[in-house]
């Protein structure tokens, strides 16, 4: 040993030494013993993955388990969109959908890209057929509207936001327009429009049992 330097000196014993070493870690690395070790972290993560993967699926079977549905008119079936959001993903995948059924409130709204830094959605936008086009407009998507300013973004560059409901006490002074989804909040160079998706009309959410209840009320009236 070169002790002085916490080393091996190098000579044919280190060598000798070197090379049962490893012949000593690779009979150990392909080893069953070492393999099935290496194996119960995997598997471990497995079972948690399978527990998880139970858990949201019961939560999903359950009777008191809130769905959104859309119904274009009462002559139309509902069409069940999603569960009842319970976060920003949701949120997206409802908009998402209401906007391939052609269901948004909107003269045009054409997603074009998103991303989950900056801005979270760039789109080809008109509110109604009075309004200027706005083309490439970036929306900021959010779940439940509280304080947009937590967020960090400036107003006049992200002057939209797209949630799913506005807090019953936001921080913000938030005030609605005669549109029931669309809500505002004035600052002193900029408006900041606010769309809740749970306001638009002919969005409604109900549970499995609300479904059939009034699928049974409307048979019943029928008759």
């Known amino acids: 040993m070169n002790i002085s330097r916490s080393g091996l000196v190098s000579s044919e014993v280190t060598d000798l030494f070197k090379k049962a070493t490893m012949d000593a870690i690779q009979q150990v690395e392909i080893s069953q013993r070492h393999r099935d070790f290496r194996l119960i972290p995997k598997k ?102 509280f304080n947009y300013r937590a967020h960090g973004h400036l107003i006049n560059q992200f002057p939209t936001v797209i949630c799913w409901e506005v807090n019953q006490q936001p921080k913000l002074p938030v005030k609605q327009t005669p549109k029931p989804y669309k809500y505002v909040v004035q600052f002193e160079e900029t408006t900041l429009r606010i769309f809740a998706l749970s306001k638009i009309p002919n969005l409604f959410v109900a549970t499995e049992e609300d479904m059939k209840r009034k699928q049974n009320t409307r048979a019943w009236a029928s008759n």
């Open 44 to 145: 471990r993560k497995e079972i948690t993955s399978a527990a998880q993967l139970r858990a949201r699926k019961q939560d999903l079977e359950d009777i008191k388990q809130q769905w959104v549905f859309w119904q274009q008119n009462v002559e139309n079936e509902p069409i069940r969109l999603l569960r009842k959001p319970e976060n920003e993903t949701d949120t997206l995948a409802i908009l998402w959908k209401l906007e391939a059924l052609k269901a948004l409130p909107f003269e045009l709204f054409e997603s074009l890209a998103y991303s989950g830094a900056g801005a979270d959605l760039i789109v080809h936008f008109q509110e109604d057929d009075t309004s200027s086009p706005e083309r490439f407009a970036t929306f900021e998507a959010e779940y439940r509207f």
